[in-house]
């Protein structure tokens, strides 16, 4: 510390390219009542959410619900490709109307409770209409395709249908920002064009090419801050919430920009799509493995007797919504463990410790979180590394102040020499 506050108070030329202002350490702020009532309310609706979406699906298949969706559907539909788009359409419609009440209680009347949202009742329902449509359109046109593999390879449709997920995961995550996306907010080049400038010269050192830095309206929706990475791709890019840009100074947002780049750069997305592949054949194995069995101890109850019936599909969902619970704390680690990489690349590029753990205390505040989760609720689901850690983090790491070269040197053009 001494010597660093002597090279300031001189003014000397610094000899290395970081900023000695940037390695103050910066408190964790401690966590307001307010925000530790949002946190543990919120822990309990997130246990309350997770046995609510396996208790839906249960009701429905036990009481033989679905049976009779699907003898409307086939009376509706008529073949089998109609029946299976008509219940999908109902089963969608149905999940909606039973969902909406709790919908509106935690995205809108929970948010404006604790002045986290800024959206009006209106442009809520009318995002919740614009899910519901594309949900009901992606049913109708999808849901055929395990229903079709189901029927012509009985044993090993879990195998096909698990293959299917790399072209369509890749396909998904390629259209999402460019035909998904804007259907719900407007995404466009940054507005202010010195911040944009910075932004794409620290790109630039990444070797992200122009374009693909975006600013999206997020101020309508909320009054937290983020800023992700999507697409793969042409459709690869970084969108920055303009609620953000409002918050936090330049070279807080040039941290933030520097732990997507990590993402951008080190293809988190493309990770993700091969993990999901993955997971997704572990998970239909067990899927297959386990509806044969329940269906031949309960299938009397639930009007149907072939997983290849289209009644099935609450089982399906079900078992896949317990399977993913059961494999959450497994996703949630490999997200931690991006998430922290993410962090270290914006650490390495930018060299701007202070910037990035002030901007991460800006964000426990605006986001009310809580900085120190307990353990157990990290380790069961937390996808990023809680905030108290992430600043401990940058207020620790900085190899290159003992002339290691950290780990992502050949990843990014080192910082220009100014003056
Ligand atoms: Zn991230």
Request: one cysteine or more; a positive charge.
């Given at each position: ?5 002597i ?7 610094p ?20 925000a ?11 246990a ?16 033989g619900?679905?049976g009779?969706i ?31 009440p ?16 800024s ?5 809520w ?7 519901l ?13 395990p ?45 202010d ?36 990475v ?49 997971g ?19 299938g009397?109850r ?26 959450l704390?497994?996703q ?47 380790l ?24 290691l ?15």
């Amino acid at each position: 510390m001494t010597w660093m506050l002597i090279a300031v108070v001189l003014g000397s030329q610094p000899t290395s390219d970081w900023d000695p202002a940037e390695l103050v350490p910066v408190a964790v702020p401690q966590a307001s009542a307010q925000a530790m009532e949002y946190y543990q309310s919120g822990v309990w609706i997130w246990a309350g959410l997770q046995a609510w979406r396996l208790l839906v699906p249960a009701a429905i298949l036990f009481t033989g619900f679905s049976g009779r969706i699907r003898d409307v559907s086939r009376r509706v539909g008529r073949n089998t490709f109609g029946t299976i788009a008509v219940y999908a359409a109902l089963y969608l419609g149905l999940m909606f109307v039973i969902n909406l009440p709790i919908d509106y209680m935690l995205g809108f009347v929970r948010p404006h409770s604790y002045g986290l949202s800024s959206q009006t009742p209106g442009r809520w329902l009318a995002q919740e209409l614009k899910s519901l449509g594309v949900s009901v359109i992606g049913g109708v046109f999808l849901l055929w395709i395990p229903y079709r593999l189901l029927a012509t390879a009985p044993r090993r449709w879990w195998l096909y249908l698990g293959l299917l997920t790399l072209p369509f995961a890749l396909f998904m995550a390629t259209i999402m920002p460019i035909w998904i996306d804007p259907l719900f907010n407007d995404f466009a080049p940054m507005k202010d064009k010195a911040l944009e400038a910075q932004i794409l010269a620290l790109a630039d050192r990444a070797g992200i090419a122009e374009g693909r830095v975006f600013e999206v309206d997020k101020s309508r929706d909320t009054k937290t801050v983020n800023a992700y990475v999507t697409g793969l791709f042409g459709s690869k890019r970084i969108v920055l919430w303009d609620t953000l840009l409002a918050n936090h100074n330049e070279k807080e947002i040039l941290a933030v920009m520097g732990h997507e780049m990590g993402h951008y750069v080190l293809n988190h997305v493309a990770w993700g799509v091969s993990l999901s592949t993955l997971g997704s054949l572990v998970l239909l194995f067990l899927v297959n493995r386990s509806a044969r069995t329940i269906i031949g101890r309960f299938g009397g109850r639930f009007g149907f007797d072939r997983l290849s019936d289209v009644a099935s599909v609450p089982l399906l969902i079900l078992l896949i919504a317990g399977f993913n619970l059961a494999a959450l704390p497994i996703q949630a680690a490999i997200s931690r463990t991006m998430e922290h990489e993410a962090d270290r690349f914006s650490l390495e590029i930018t060299r701007s410790n202070h910037s990035a753990a002030s901007a991460f205390a800006k964000m426990q505040r605006e986001n009310l979180s809580n900085p120190r989760p307990a353990r157990f609720w990290v380790l069961l689901r937390a996808s990023h590394p809680p905030l108290g850690d992430r600043i401990d983090f940058c207020n620790s790491y900085h190899p290159w102040t003992d002339g290691l070269p950290g780990r992502y040197p050949s990843h990014f053009a080192p910082i220009p020499t100014e003056k």
